[in-house]
């Protein structure tokens, strides 16, 4: 399908293939940590929810910085690192 707001091809049901959990920090499970938190699988499951094409990010750490959650209200996050060692193990990782 093709998204009249954007213009570029996007699945509106783009399901993942499988699931594992994160082992060790990395900057995509950070990103992964902050959407999970905010409500969504990943940046995939957001875009299509709210109709958007990018994610406002922190441009000297690729960070997510801002979130809307399906409430209508609002995440922010820091630049810096907030998914910790112990909970990196509850962070799940879509494969598409």
């Not at 994160?22 to 905010?38: H, M, P």
Request: aromatic content about 14%; some cysteine; hydrophobic content about 25%.
């Amino acid at each position: 399908k093709k998204s009249e707001v954007s213009g570029v091809m996007a699945e509106d049901d783009m399901k993942p293939k499988s699931i594992h959990r994160a082992k060790k920090w990395s900057n995509d499970v950070e990103n992964l940590y902050r959407f999970q938190q905010a409500g969504y699988r990943d940046e995939v499951e957001y875009k299509q929810v709210n109709q958007v094409d990018t994610v406002e990010c922190w441009p000297e750490t690729g960070f997510v910085k801002k979130l809307q959650r399906r409430d209508n209200t609002f995440y922010y996050y820091n630049k810096q690192r907030e998914c910790e060692d112990k909970e990196v193990h509850k962070v799940k990782v879509y494969v598409y």
